[in-house]
């Protein structure tokens, strides 16, 4: 699993570069007074989104191996939308910045509470072997924020799925106006 922590690591440097923003820290950007209730609370309401809303990954992964990147969002009212690019021509790189922006303007106007950005990386194991990962962007609008990777490979016709790993990184959509006003500076 040293390979998945890697490729964690990876996307997170991966997806500063694809941002025009630089990202701050999460202390710095929503302060240090965040307590440890709100912090728990909100990592709760993330898992309980990407709970309800992964098995439409599982499926496409299910049907074929590889998808476009989509995302999940609660609105404030607790309902959960899916946003997909009804086009198929955009590298996935591009797709995944075109999401990530997309919801920050929704996170902006506060018509989202917390967003899932679904999508497939390769990456090489231990061994040298390529297998697919399945990773979840994960955001809460008071600043907690972290990554899920999970996996998964087609042996013998059945789809197998190892153990996720999560790791933390600073928000890229659940920034405020003067958030990108002062990256801006």
């Known amino acids: 699993m040293k390979i998945i922590n890697k490729l964690i690591i990876v996307l997170v440097l991966f997806g500063g570069i694809m ?3 630089t990202i701050l820290a999460e202390d710095e950007v929503y302060g240090a007074d965040l307590d ?3 912090k728990e609370k909100a990592k709760e309401q993330l898992l309980y989104l990407m709970a309800q ?3 439409r990954a599982q499926a496409k992964v299910e049907n074929d191996i590889v998808f476009k990147p989509y995302a999940a ?4 009212n607790g309902e959960i939308k899916y946003v997909e690019l009804g086009e198929e021509r955009f590298d996935d790189s591009v797709a995944i ?12 106007s ?16 231990e061994a040298g072997s390529n ?3 399945l990773v979840v962007e994960l955001e ?26 999560e790791r933390e990184h600073a928000p890229q959509v659940m920034l405020t106006e003067d958030d990108i006003k002062s990256l801006d500076e």
């Open 73 to 76: 969002v609660f609105k404030p």
């Open 36 to 38: 440890a209730f709100s």
């Open 53 to 55: 809303s992964i098995d």
């Open 140 to 165: 809460h609008s008071i600043g907690v924020s972290f990554i899920s990777a999970t996996p998964y490979k087609r042996v013998d016709g059945k789809l197998l799925f190892g153990e996720s790993v």
């Open 97 to 108: 910045e075109i999401l990530r922006r997309s919801l920050n303007v929704l996170a902006r």
């Open 110 to 125: 506060r018509k989202i509470a917390t967003s899932a950005i679904y999508y497939t990386v390769e990456a090489t194991d």
């Open 131 to 133: 297998n697919r990962v």
């Open 19 to 21: 941002s025009t923003q």
